[in-house]
């Protein structure tokens, strides 16, 4: 894995068209050491139990890739849309208000790249069970576990705002390590799960990028990027308010710098089919 030399770019509007033209608590959980249990692709709910269909509030969008269960290790099921092929993946981790069908526009489009993409539901949300306690970092692992037994060699993990903040913790957890994670609009803590003070166990690249005005946000991220191993940190904090998923949007001026780093940051640390 090659080594980042930092770069940290404050982007306005003005720079993007130039560059174009030429959520919070505050205690740490300890991450779980170890891999999850067998994950294990299933279509039915586990016994006594009944779950909506993967992609309930999406469902024209889910059934254009595979939808399918995996089961976390407290024997969750966790709902999951795979997307596109090859031995380079992108896990995508939704916002706390959200879904995996948050991601499934961006995920279509990364898969057209020539990467493989697994958008899930976190326990609790979604079309996911609902579980007595939260498992955030478990649901990233075995969502990782499951694209390693599938045949793919490199995973980066990337998540919106919540989303963000469990892929600090997980990438930081998840043995061997991912090859990268990237974090938008990440809160320093969220839940009991702190990013901030997992990040300076990070052996990974790993890119933190907020909206300058998007509340504190782009503080926030020079925080966790400032505790992140300065070998592996990148930060980008561009012009505007948007959150979390929305630095995504196609028609937002400054997410077309946003797009261009992630797809940089991607294609540097798991090249897709054809790279």
């Not at 090659?2 to 033209?21: D, G």
């Not at 059934?63 to 407290?74: E, S, V």
């Not at 938008?184 to 933190?208: I, M, R």
């Not at 925080?223 to 979390?244: C, D, F, K, M, N």
């Amino acid at each position: 894995m090659s080594r980042l030399a930092r770069r940290t770019a404050l982007v306005m509007v003005a720079a993007v068209l130039a560059a174009v033209a030429g959520c919070a608590a505050d205690s740490a959980p300890p991450p779980a050491s170890g891999p999850s249990t067998a994950v294990v692709p299933t279509l039915t709910a586990s016994p006594g139990a009944t779950l909506p269909p993967v992609g309930i509030n999406c469902r024209t969008e889910a059934t254009k890739g595979r939808p399918i269960r995996l089961t976390n290790g407290a024997g969750l099921s966790i709902a999951a849309v795979d997307l596109g092929t090859g031995a380079s993946a992108v896990v995508l981790a939704h916002q706390s208000d959200g879904s995996l069908c948050e991601w499934l526009p961006y995920g279509e489009s990364l898969a057209a790249k020539g990467f493989r993409v697994l958008a899930f539901d976190f326990a609790g949300s979604g079309s996911s069970s609902m579980p007595k306690q939260k498992t955030y970092v478990d649901d990233l692992r075995t969502a990782v576990t499951y694209l390693r037994g599938q045949g793919v060699t490199r995973v980066v993990i990337m998540g919106a705002s919540m989303g963000a903040t469990m892929t600090v913790v997980a990438g930081a957890a998840i043995i061997p390590p991912v090859d990268g994670v990237i974090a938008l609009s990440s809160p320093l803590s969220f839940d009991g799960v702190n990013a901030e003070k997992a990040a300076p166990s990070l052996k990974t690249p790993s890119l933190y990028i907020a909206s300058e005005t998007d509340g504190d946000y782009a503080s926030y991220a020079k925080a966790i990027e400032s505790a992140t191993p300065v070998e592996y940190r990148e930060l980008l904090i561009v012009s505007g308010a948007q959150h979390g998923i929305r630095l995504l949007d196609a028609d937002v001026q400054s997410t077309l710098v946003v797009r261009t780093f992630v797809e940089q940051f991607l294609t540097q640390h798991a090249p897709p089919m054809g790279s």
